[in-house]
């Protein structure tokens, strides 16, 4: 019914209530090129016309990703990368000794560039004059135990060794509760949803990877169950309070690959609904995206649930039964359709 035109890529989109469209947009030039590097936030009217716009890109030092949130004031909360030197993760407590430790002093090409040193997540809040009002560092926060992350525990390199090396804790997804003044991250690489108390800055609570901390059999996550719960998610959302909806993508899980929706109650670590394949009448092959993903509970109980590489989206029940469809016909610039009278050209596709 309506569509907006830039001239970069983009990557997440979130329409506003005020009609306007909000978007992370890809610079050309910012890099390092790890999945989901975007580098500008553009805002456009129903009209078409950029009103609003910020660059999240210094090189060599910051790089804007993924997702963002806008926050009831009307500010963003947006998620970066930042450069840390080898010297520095030595110094923060990397152990050296370590498989595949060269590949943070060597270096390693990633589309044609060479990138040293470790690129940790930040989160920051911007006001709409594009001012700074709050920020918070992985690495103000390294440690070991349940309040810190670890600077020693890695992704496997089976699954990516730009996940294993510099991409390092790869946050995909932000949400912010007002209620509670807590922030939810999600980091795909270590299985993990992370709450934030905003005042002051400490992990209250985390949930899908018990033996990040230490609480759990290590190693646990990718290609290995183990008390993992979840497997390269995104898409964080509050629910309430105290529970917040998760996209779990299932990406390795070692019993089966299957994407699932979930919504656990981070005070306790207790799932409260999920919506598995089975549990939707389809088969974990229909339902399941390696990367990307979203779900989002909707006003009157039921879920939206979206498996980004086939283009499929459903509408479920709370009670798991679908009442709406919808799969993308558009994939890699041709149109798949249905040739019987619906579009196409007699062999199912129209381009």
Not at 221 to 238: M, V
Not at 280 to 296: D, I, L, M
Request: with cysteine; glycine share 12%; net charge negative.
């Amino acid at each position: 019914v309506h569509e907006w035109v830039s001239k970069y890529d983009a990557f997440y989109a979130e329409l506003l209530p005020n009609g306007n469209l909000a978007r992370h947009s890809r610079l050309p030039e910012a890099g390092p090129n790890f999945g989901g590097a975007a580098g500008l936030i553009e805002e456009f009217n129903w009209d078409g016309e950029v009103v609003w716009s910020y660059q999240v890109y210094e090189e060599g030092v910051r790089v804007g990703h993924h997702t963002f949130e806008v926050m009831p004031n009307g500010n963003y909360m947006l998620l970066g990368w930042e450069h840390k030197s080898y010297d520095e993760m030595v110094k923060a407590g990397r152990d050296v000794n370590l498989p595949g430790h060269s590949v943070f002093k060597d270096g390693m090409k990633i589309n044609g560039r060479m990138v040293e040193g470790i690129w940790p997540d930040f989160v920051r809040e911007i006001n709409r004059q594009g001012e700074t009002v709050w920020e918070w560092h992985v690495w103000d926060h390294l440690g070991k135990g349940p309040d810190k992350i670890d600077i020693n525990v890695f992704l496997t390199p089976k699954r990516s060794p730009v996940q294993a090396g510099p991409d390092w804790t790869h946050f995909n997804g932000v949400s912010y509760n007002p209620n509670t003044d807590q922030v939810a991250l999600t980091s795909r690489n270590l299985g993990e949803v992370y709450i934030i108390d905003k005042k002051t800055g400490n992990i209250v609570s985390r949930w899908g990877n018990p033996a990040n901390y230490g609480e759990g059999k290590f190693p646990s996550g990718y290609y290995d169950d183990g008390d993992t719960e979840l497997f390269g998610p995104h898409a964080p959302d509050w629910t309430s309070d105290t529970t917040v909806s998760i996209f779990d993508n299932g990406d390795a899980r070692l019993s089966a690959n299957y994407s699932r929706a979930v919504e656990v109650d981070v005070t306790t670590g207790k799932i409260v609904w999920q919506g598995r394949p089975a549990d939707v009448g389809t088969t974990p092959s229909n339902f399941y995206t390696a990367t990307q993903g979203g779900c989002q509970k909707l006003p009157n109980g039921n879920w939206l649930i979206t498996t980004t590489t086939p283009g499929h989206i459903i509408e479920v029940t709370k009670d798991k039964n679908i009442v709406w469809e919808y799969v993308n016909p558009v994939k890699q610039d041709k149109v798949y359709a249905l040739a019987n009278g619906h579009g196409g050209n007699g062999d199912g596709i129209h381009k």
